[in-house]
């Protein structure tokens, strides 16, 4: 019993490791024709599939890994990960602002 004890408190203690939240860079656009996009810092987690996404006190994402395919698009580059969803897209550059 007690290595199964022990194996658990492994688990429960690597995990918040994971879910750590990182700066990114996010550029977010609009499907209804909108031209601006908007673009800027933001905060990063990714844990088990489910990601969330913060840009500053005015946007928050939440893109849990059960919904993908359902309601939304996840694309996976070298450089960025993209989500589509309804009326946006929603790109992050997890190694910072891209060079132009």
Sequence with gaps: ??????????VLSAAPAQAEIV?????LMWR???????QGPCDFRQAFGNVQV?????WA?????????????RRNRNDFIRFERGGYILTV????????
Excluded at 1 to 10: E, K, N
Excluded at 23 to 27: E, I, K, N, T
């Design 32 to 38: 209804d024709g909108r031209a601006q996009i908007e």
């Design 1 to 10: 019993m007690r290595p199964l004890v022990i194996a658990f408190t492994t």
């Design 61 to 73: 994402f939440d893109f849990p890994a059960d919904g993908q395919g359902r309601y939304y698009t």
């Design 54 to 58: 913060w840009m500053g006190e005015r």
């Design 93 to 100: 550059f997890q190694g910072g602002q891209p060079a132009r």
């Design 23 to 27: 700066q990114a860079w996010c550029s």
